[in-house]
């Protein structure tokens, strides 16, 4: 059998924020794959806006370095587990796999689905331990806890021997030494272990072609773009060539471009051969799992999987007094139009039409799935509406079954009973618990998705900030009874539309937390902050102070009111009620009722409780 041994093919993976990008970004430098006069942008292979402010991987990237002779081809994958449909996908164009742990954090949930798939694949391990300068660093506890979770994922005997390289990719230095004092300053550690642990890919150029599309892309000029691996034979520029749909259809086409992956640019190619990762164009209908062959020697590899959506949320245009003030696309064509292209290349998301023409129903893996979609269609000039995620239930063998997460969070002790009691009320059994003996607690939980819903808010008062909580999918279960989760107090809405005063503030302050600063045009029925009691309270705090002489409007100016509580679009979605929407804009984000009258608002409860 024939390899290449001028190419490697890996994937970096790593639980959010334990220096993945970071170390990519420190190979290209270190690589023969930049020359001098280019300068590498920080976090280089984020390059969505919203991955760089952070910090974290949504999409992933292929980069490809140079080192003596070898093209390495590297794919960043996201390390959150509401991105894994592309974590998945990534596993099959590989053969090995980095996995960058933090020298103090150790293993985190993330990693554990990450590397799950990973090893499910049989795919060989290198483990990089990062961030070894730092004081709090443990290297061998870490590489201990590595060792415990592959077992514990059922890793076989040739996963085991994963061999083990400490750095720091901030400062660009390496070593195969434990102690942070034998540190080098060259990556040259990290990119030897690749060469000499990772498989080369078979070379099988000579047999029919079979490329198989992992991911997708879009450019206006050149339409879909099908990303993937040439697991058999070659592809040329101009071929014609049968594309295998999933539903058993063929359709047959001719290549238009192909591209390869030089550094961090996708670079035009002639042809590629069984090993090489790239992309290729002339196919609009081209989707993720497909197989591209000759068209006389069709033979499909086999389907990828793809996790399917466990959460939903109802995308609506906006239809509140302020609608169309502030954004650039506001009808249901433009919203429609801009979901159907997040189609082109999100393949974990679905879109479904409803009885209304202005209300589409949106399915993904997760709040920050779903929130990323949002903030980024906000930062196009887009103004919508959306409701309470929802998650998904399924009937499994006549069974109503829900999503469950396994919840990692490590906290401070003190903080340990609140957290417990809490997240107990959300339904969540605990599976495991540790204490490092530093004063901080790990716990492992089993939640139903539901539960998680609007938490993470809650959590971090709970914990001062200083807790962290990590989930990531676990499988679906039965349904479990009653109510969970939700938000445990009332709303403050507004009977009057106007612009909020510091005197109709300070008359309210004592009721509940204002999210709404002095001068803020809001309208009735939004709601401008949290009461202090389960029920929500109709609130005015637009009355101004009505001045007798000069001497009292002076006196007023000196009034002081609290801060007010921003919300984020993430915290907004999170206290967000069943009759309330988020309206979304590219200037503002405003919680309101449904139903905007206060009136209307108490009879449709009337009639539903009655009903019930």
């Not at 401008?528 to 005015?540: M, P």
Request: net charge negative; glycine share 8%.
């Amino acid at each position: 059998m024939k390899f290449r041994k001028d190419i490697r093919n890996v994937a970096i993976i790593a639980h959010v924020d334990h220096g993945k990008t970071t170390l990519v970004d420190e190979l290209l430098k270190q690589s023969d794959t930049l020359n001098a006069r280019t300068e590498l942008m920080e976090r280089a292979m984020d390059s969505n806006d919203i991955e760089k402010e952070r910090g974290i991987t949504i999409l992933a990237k292929n980069t490809a370095v140079q080192y003596k002779g070898t093209r390495v081809n590297i794919m960043d994958t996201p390390g959150h587990a509401d991105f894994g449909g592309e974590v998945e996908r990534i596993m099959r164009m590989v053969d090995g796999v980095v996995l960058v742990v933090d020298a103090y954090e150790g293993t985190m949930p993330q990693t554990r689905f990450v590397l799950k798939k990973a090893l499910e694949q049989k795919l060989i391990p290198i483990v990089v331990v990062n961030k070894i300068d730092k004081d709090t660093a443990r290297p061998q506890e870490v590489v201990d806890e590595v060792l415990e979770l592959f077992i514990e994922l059922g890793a076989d005997d040739e996963q085991l021997e994963f061999p083990v390289v400490y750095a720091s990719a901030m400062n660009g230095t390496s070593s195969l030494s434990d102690d942070p004092s034998k540190q080098e300053a060259t990556m040259d550690y990290v990119f030897d272990t690749i060469i000499e642990h990772i498989p080369a890919p078979i070379d099988n150029s000579d047999e029919p072609l079979q490329f198989q599309v992992a991911l997708l892309d879009y450019n206006d000029f050149v339409g879909r773009i099908g990303i993937g691996r040439v697991f058999r034979g070659t592809i040329k520029v101009g071929d014609n060539v049968s594309l295998l749909k999933l539903d058993g259809s063929v359709k047959n086409f001719r290549v238009t471009k192909l591209f390869g992956f030089f550094g961090l640019d996708r670079v035009e190619i002639d042809e590629a051969k069984a090993g090489d990762l790239i992309a290729l164009s002339g196919m609009e209908d081209i989707f993720v799992g497909e197989t591209v062959t000759p068209v006389d020697h069709q033979e499909a590899l086999p389907i990828l999987h793809i996790d399917e959506p466990t959460l939903q949320m109802t995308f609506l245009t906006n239809n509140s007094p302020f609608a169309g003030r502030e954004g650039k696309w506001v009808t249901s064509r433009k919203i429609e139009e801009r979901l159907m292209k997040q189609l082109h290349t999100d393949v974990s998301l679905l879109v479904d039409p409803t009885d209304s023409p202005d209300a589409w129903i949106v399915s993904g893996r997760g709040e920050l799935h779903l929130a990323i979609l949002i903030e980024n269609m906000r930062r196009e000039g887009y103004e919508l509406q959306v409701s309470r995620p929802e998650v998904i239930i399924k009937v499994i063998d006549g069974v109503r079954c829900e999503p469950f997460e396994r919840v990692q969070i490590d906290t401070p002790e003190e903080y340990m009973g609140s957290v417990i009691e809490s997240i107990s009320q959300r339904k969540a059994e605990m599976q495991d618990m540790q204490n490092n003996g530093n004063g901080q607690v790990r716990l492992i939980f089993l939640v139903p998705s539901r539960g998680l819903i609007g938490y993470s808010t809650e959590f971090l008062s709970q914990t001062r900030g200083y807790g962290i909580m990590s989930h990531t999918f676990e499988s679906y279960l039965p349904e479990l009874t009653g109510k969970i989760g939700g938000r445990s107090k009332g709303a403050l809405v507004s009977t009057e539309t106007g612009k909020t005063t510091t005197y109709g503030i300070m008359g309210v302050e004592d009721r509940g937390t204002i999210f709404i600063e002095p001068g803020v045009e809001i309208y009735e029925g939004m709601v401008v902050g949290e009461n202090a009691r389960d029920s929500d309270i109709a609130v005015n705090i637009t009355r101004a102070k009505q001045m007798t002489n000069i001497r009292s409007a002076n006196k007023d100016s000196t009034n002081v009111i609290k801060r007010p509580r921003t919300l984020t679009l993430e915290e907004s979605i999170e206290f967000m009620g069943e009759d309330e929407y988020c309206e979304i804009t590219p200037k503002s984000i405003r919680l309101r009722k449904q139903i905007l009258d206060k009136n209307e608002r108490e009879k449709f409860a009337k009639r539903k409780k009655k009903a019930e």
